[in-house]
């Protein structure tokens, strides 16, 4: 088929009133097109460039040969060039194009970039506008003339490869966002070559997507996907917001993060660009840097860390993709001693390779493989490497690797820092020991004791980092380990039994996060309770007895034969907080004291006997019988603040020993700082006790003389309080007994002369007012008899003291009315 030929010439420059006009129009293209297509064809000189151009710098100034997609689908592939014109117009710039009409292939299959360097294109519009020969139709045949020279243009742009290969296939894309790639090159036909060489990586499909020009002075303006430009017009491009690649300068700083790019870049530096094609008949997408990376791997390409975990991750996914060569090529080039840049992204990949090709392929084949991972578990430190089977190091491979290995994974594990080792790096040792053979019989114990506390310890950090519902990153691999290795299984679930005591509701909440297997013939009383524990809690609700009593039975011990599971049930249930005084004291009565000694739980028990609330009854009664329980282990401040809780219960139901109006005040002294709550009953049972009628009066006296501001202020508030009033307005001869002591001392302190002065005017007074006059001379009578005759006067001058008041504020009254 003949493709119709279009020529045109531009107005001479400088001359802003001439215009363009097309001098051959071949058939089929009409009037609309053509007014597309001169936009296209229009030429700008450079800055700078010479009004009479000599015929050297005629044919330096650039070409700008252009692929454009029209509205209705067809395309014009055209290059417009530097002519000679006449004396008026010295320079002319004559386009020869090729109009291709829709769905009409270039003849023989080529791309448009390939006819950049077709001998045909004319100069100057051939006479009767007839074309003798196609530009496209008369290119050379194969590669070979249009790729010449590629390689090394492609080597010589090596740092700017990646980027620009990266930009280019996204601006072949079906909808491109943004402007076009605009392309900074000294020469135009440096552009082309670009064009070339993104023509031969890319799919054909986006190739074809791709419309450039070689040369342009606005390229943003430009509707085309690609734009070459002087050095001089670049910084109008960044301006104008377009994506730049400045190729004539100085090399970009900034690597692409398009892994599929770099790929590409280093298989044009490495001069192979026939892998593109191979990498093509490879599954995946287009645009995967995996099949590109294997098939360069595969050929001695060396690629960086990413493109190479690439190459292994697709090849994990596709093991059936690659024949036994190709396989072997591959694993020969990711194990090659000669990287020192392996990252664990790719040490991961190479990990999933393995056990892709693991029993499909010979154990020669993917023995290096195993050896570079469990090299790296060792040595790189890299937990999250899935490892070989055990039989991947049969014979000689796994000998040489365990004899090489073995005494680095012995040393670490039985180091000092091994209590600052992570989980996962203990159990990836363990695991590699294991996998190669290697005996850690004598270092087992104390790695094991280490790895259950920095278990518990790592689960804490992470409780307090992210909440207990984050999965705990180790638990896997931790998983993994026990479920392989009997024996480690065995001495870790011990050892987590053993330390279970110390903090039982960490390890709850653990188990809560790791499901450890400890369903089998173990004791493990300890676990089994912090297992039982949220099930407990759940269905028991609020009755902590009835959980506790439970999670105990759950330990599957007596807690006389092992007194620690008291220490741990406490400790679940109550964990930071005090059990109530009723808790507390079915917890003491559920084992002896020396069970309770020995797991530490009377600890508890005294922080609730002192917490408790004032008017909890069985405060008292439990803090005596932890004085008795415990003489050796409570002392100090505890003991002094039990003492005084156990004085209450003297007080409120018997006769304690003399002195105890004394007592008080020294053991609140002895236990500060006292809880609030303790003072409280302690005052307020001493002072009850006081304001009784058979109290005696040696200790009132003794209470009296310490003019204590604390204890007589809680005395004031017993005496106002509605039960003594209600006393003192009944019974005429309490009445009596505490008017004698309320004024028997009144060269007391102050405290207790300003109180007791109170109490005679606000409490005492308005109780007498009440009575009859025969309750009233009561009063009188047993305060003579109780104490003296002057006494009695006393009591009848105060009585009458506050009647003549009234009587002489009315007689007042009356006389200042009249």
């Not at 396989?327 to 194990?335: F, K, P, Y």
């Not at 209590?419 to 996962?424: H, I, M, S, T």
């Not at 003399?658 to 002895?670: H, I, S």
């Not at 501001?709 to 004031?716: E, G, H, K, N």
Request: aromatic share 6%; glycine share 10%; charged share 25%.
């Amino acid at each position: 088929m003949s493709l119709a030929q279009v020529h045109h010439i531009s107005a001479a420059a400088g001359d802003e009133s001439a215009e363009g006009r097309f001098t051959a129009v071949g058939h089929g293209v009409t009037a609309a097109l053509l007014a597309e297509l001169e936009p296209l064809f229009a030429y700008v000189l450079p800055d700078g460039a010479p009004h009479r151009p000599t015929d050297a710098e005629l044919r330096s100034l650039p070409q700008a040969f252009t692929y454009a997609v029209l509205s209705d689908g067809s395309r014009a592939v055209g290059r417009t060039a530097p002519a000679r014109g006449e004396a008026s117009a010295p320079v002319r710039f004559h386009t020869h194009a090729v109009h291709i009409p829709a769905g009409v292939p270039l003849p023989g299959g080529r791309l448009p970039v390939e006819a950049w360097r077709s001998p045909h294109w004319a100069t100057v519009t051939p006479p009767g506008g007839a074309a003798p020969s196609d530009p496209l139709g008369t290119l050379p045949p194969g590669p070979a003339p249009v790729r010449e020279g590629l390689d090394d243009f492609a080597v010589s742009r090596g740092p700017w490869l990646a980027a620009v290969l990266a930009d280019l296939r996204r601006a072949g894309e079906e909808a491109p966002a943004g402007g076009p790639v605009v392309l900074v090159e000294r020469r135009s036909a440096d552009v082309a070559r670009w064009l070339a060489l993104a023509a031969i990586a890319l799919p054909r499909e986006s190739a074809e997507r791709l419309t450039f020009t070689t040369y342009t002075r606005r390229p943003g303006s430009s509707p085309l996907r690609v734009a070459g430009v002087a050095p001089q017009d670049a910084a109008a491009a960044r301006e104008a917001g377009l994506r730049v690649h400045v190729c004539a300068d100085r090399p970009p700083v900034e690597a692409t993060e398009d892994i599929w790019a770099r790929t590409a870049a280093r298989v044009w530096r490495s001069r192979a660009p026939e892998l593109f094609q191979e990498a093509r008949g490879l599954p995946g997408d287009p645009f995967a840097a995996g099949p590109l990376a294997v098939v360069a791997l595969c050929a001695g390409v060396g690629l960086g860390s990413e493109e190479r975990a690439a190459a292994a991750a697709w090849a994990a996914e596709r093991p059936y993709a690659l024949d036994a060569k190709r396989v072997g090529r591959l694993v020969e080039a990711l194990t090659s001693p000669g990287i020192d840049d392996r990252t664990g992204s790719e040490f991961d990949a190479v990990g999933r390779l393995f056990g892709a090709l693991d029993g499909r392929c010979p154990a020669s084949v993917t023995a290096p493989l195993a050896a570079m991972l469990v090299t790296e578990a060792v040595r790189g430190g890299n937990g999250s490497l899935e490892l070989p089977r055990p039989d991947a190091f049969v014979g000689p491979e796994g000998e040489a690797i365990a004899g090489v290995l073995g005494p680095e994974i012995l040393a670490e594990l039985e180091s000092g820092a091994g209590g600052a080792r992570p989980v996962a790096r203990t159990v990836q040792l363990l695991r590699v020991a294991r996998l190669l053979g290697v005996n850690s019989t004598e270092v087992l114990p104390g790695v094991v004791d280490r790895l259950a506390r920095t278990i518990l310890a790592e689960a804490k950090a992470g409780e307090e980092a992210d909440g207990a519902a984050e999965a705990l990153a180790f638990a896997p691999a931790l998983l993994e380990l026990l479920d392989e290795q009997f024996d480690v299984r065995t001495a870790l679930l011990g050892a987590l039994d053993r330390i279970a005591p110390e903090d039982p509701g960490a390890v709850a909440r653990f188990l809560g996060r790791v499901a450890l297997p400890f369903t089998g013939t173990q004791a493990l009383p300890h676990l089994r309770m912090c297992a039982e524990v949220p099930g407990a809690m759940t269905t028991l609700g609020r009755d902590r007895a009835a959980a506790w009593y439970r999670v105990l039975r759950a330990a599957g011990l007596s807690p006389f034969a092992e007194p620690l599971v008291l220490r741990t049930a406490v400790g679940l249930v109550w964990e930071d907080r005090a059990p109530t005084v009723e808790e507390a004291r079915l917890v003491l009565e559920a084992a002896t004291s020396d069970a309770h000694r020995v797991a530490g739980t009377w600890t508890r028990l005294v922080d609730a006997a002192l917490g408790a609330p004032a008017d909890a009854e069985d405060a008292t009664a439990l803090a005596h019988d932890l004085l008795r329980g415990f003489p050796q282990e409570i002392g100090g401040r505890e003991r002094a603040a039990l003492q005084l809780l156990d004085l209450c219960r003297a007080l409120r139901t018997g006769a304690p020993e003399p002195g105890w109006a004394e007592q008080v005040r020294t053991l609140r002294d002895r236990a500060a700082p006292l809880e609030p709550a303790v003072q409280e009953r302690a005052f307020t049972s001493l002072v009850e006790r006081l304001l009784a009628p058979d109290r005696p009066g040696a200790e009132l006296y003794d209470f009296v003389r310490s003019d204590d501001a604390d204890l007589i202020a809680a005395y004031d508030r017993a005496a106002r309080a509605e039960p003594t009033r209600a006393r003192l307005r009944t019974h005429p001869a309490y009445a009596a007994d505490c008017f004698t002591h309320w004024t028997a001392h009144p060269h007391a302190g102050p405290a207790w002369t300003t109180t007791a002065a109170a109490l005679l005017e606000d409490v005492l007074r308005p109780a007498v007012r009440g009575m009859t006059a025969e309750a009233v001379a009561e009063v009188e009578e047993t305060v003579g008899r109780t104490g003296s005759s002057g006494r009695a006067n006393a009591f009848r001058d105060w009585n009458r003291s506050r009647a003549l008041g009234r009587l002489g504020r009315r007689i007042a009254g009356r006389v200042r009315r009249g």
